[in-house]
Every structure is written in C-alpha cells, then in structure tokens.
C-alpha cells in the first residue's frame, strides 16, 4: 500500500528482522563521471546510416546496359586480337589460298603482278595446255592431304585453266578441216613429254580472245627451273611469235629471239625441214584465205 498516497515510489516495508547498516557513501570522482562529449561518441558508435536507393525497373536496366565490362582491357584486348586474326587469314585465303578455276576467274589484280601455281593435266597443242590451279601447292596441303587431290577425268570439267604460251609460237595441228603443218607433232609430242602431270609456275599476262591466260611458264626438271617457251625455241619446235598486235614477252623478247636465231643457225627442228619454211603465222594467214 503506498503511503503517502500520492508517492509514486514507495518505500518498502521495513524487515523487522534487519539489522540497521552504516552504509558509506564514496562521492563520485571526476574521472568517471560521464562528460556530455563521451555520450554523444557512445550514440555515433551505435547509430548506423543506411541509404537507400530508389528501385530500378526491369525496362529500364536493359536500356542502359554497362559498358565498363566491354572497355576494360582484360574484354577489349582479346577482342581486337581475335577480330585481327581473322580478317588476316581472309585475307591471306583470298589472295593466297583461293583456287581460280578457269582463265575467267583470274582477279586483275593478277595480270602481269602474281603467278598461278598448279598441275598440267593436258596438251592441246604445241604452245598451249590446261593447267588444274592448286594454291600453295605441298605446303597447303596439295597431294597429301586427303581432299587436296587433283582429280582426273570427268572430275577435271570446268575447273582447268587454258593456259597460253607467250611469246612463242607452234606449228598448227590439223584441226576445222585444215592440214597439219610440218613439226606440228613433234612440238606437241615434246610438250607433252615435258610438262604434263608435272606442277608449273604461270607468270599470267593477259586472257586472249580465245579466253586463254597468256603467261611466261616454268617447270622444275632435274631441280632446275626451265623456261618452257625458251626451251620450245632452243630446239627449233617454235617459232617468236609475229603478231602485229598483242605479243606478250614479259621482258623475254631478246632472249627469245637469240634462241631462235641460234635453232635457225644450227638448223634444228623446223628449221631443218626441206623446202620453203613457213611460219605459223604464215601457214595460218594463209589458210585462213583459203578459206574465205
């Protein structure tokens, strides 16, 4: 019961069985009284501020995407490298590794600057033949790897280049109802013997009227490589060719005509032949007034 009445605290009854204590009372020293400063640190301590952002809305986090992880070095140095590469090796496969399948193929930037590497798979005649383009050659693959192989037969249709030699001139076989022409058998005999099947480099010029690619050709025999067209005019199997027009040499010219002049002196091939000679260049205008 409180008494007074209007105490708020009352005091407890007093224990009869207690004894009265003598409590002494020690006055706070100033050392631990608590200071106005150390209450304010002791809330700051235990107070913690969060902040809060304002929601993000689906749409919103898809049109504004993060482009820091694409710039940073680790993402955009691969990148780079890998986009180099390979537009290099398209590059290098176009102008290097592509195979051209036939004379109307050839890019322009070929004529006259790049040559043509590949397998003579047959003679049409003594200064002219087909040739199968394989790019690379060994190193890529040609001959040995399974897929790189020149086929043969009914494989080889539309996909040959007909190939032109320039600067020289053979005689003409019998062919549109004309008559062969003296030596025109023995030059495509010794052609055939001496390039087909065999790989050949072809220095391309131009593509003539007959939608063949004029080039300067080479053949590796006895790990030496030989002009074919100065071989031909060594040996009197051709003539240089006279065209007032047209006339591809590749800067060969004079050593073309010292060639000839030299299978003329020793009488060899054609030139030995009995009779009035006639040039193929001859033998074809003359023919071709018959005719008409």
């Known amino acids: 019961m409180r008494w007074p009445p209007w105490s708020s605290n009352p005091d407890p009854p007093p224990n009869p069985s207690s004894t009265p204590t003598t409590t002494k009372t020690t006055p706070p020293s100033s050392s631990a009284a608590p200071t106005p400063n150390n209450n304010n640190n002791n809330k700051n301590n235990n107070t913690t501020t969060t902040t809060r952002h304002p929601p993000i809305s689906w749409p919103t986090s898809l049109n504004s995407p993060d482009w820091t992880h694409y710039t940073s070095p680790q993402t955009l140095i691969p990148t780079l490298l890998l986009t180099s590469t390979i537009l290099l090796s398209?590059?290098?496969?176009?102008?290097?590794?592509?195979?051209?399948?036939?004379?109307?193929?050839?890019?322009?930037?070929?004529?006259?600057?790049?040559?043509?590497?590949?397998?003579?798979?047959?003679?049409?005649?003594?200064?002219?033949?087909?040739?199968?383009?394989?790019?690379?050659?060994?190193?890529?693959?040609?001959?040995?790897v399974p897929g790189r192989k020149v086929p043969r037969g009914r494989g080889l249709r539309g996909g040959t280049i007909h190939v032109r030699l320039a600067g020289i001139d053979a005689p003409e076989l019998a062919h549109f109802g004309r008559p062969s022409q003296p030596g025109a058998k023995e030059a495509l005999d010794w052609l055939t013997s001496y390039i087909l099947h065999r790989r050949v480099r072809n220095y391309v010029y131009k593509r003539d009227q007959y939608d063949r690619a004029v080039a300067t050709v080479y053949v590796r025999r006895w790990l030496v490589r030989r002009d074919?067209?100065?071989e031909m005019l060594k040996r009197g199997l051709a003539t240089v060719y006279e065209a007032k027009t047209g006339a591809e040499f590749g800067r060969l010219e004079d050593r073309y005509r010292r060639a000839e002049w030299w299978a003329k002196k020793r009488r060899k091939g054609i030139w030995g032949v009995e009779g009035k000679f006639e040039s193929p260049r001859d033998f074809k205008t003359r023919m071709g007034e018959e005719k008409a």
């Open 90 to 144: 398209l590059r290098i496969y176009r102008s290097y590794l592509r195979r051209i399948p036939g004379a109307s193929s050839i890019a322009p930037s070929f004529w006259r600057k790049r040559s043509l590497y590949g397998v003579v798979t047959s003679v049409g005649d003594g200064d002219n033949f087909r040739v199968f383009h394989t790019p690379g050659g060994r190193w890529a693959g040609w001959g040995w």
């Open 228 to 230: 074919v067209g100065l």
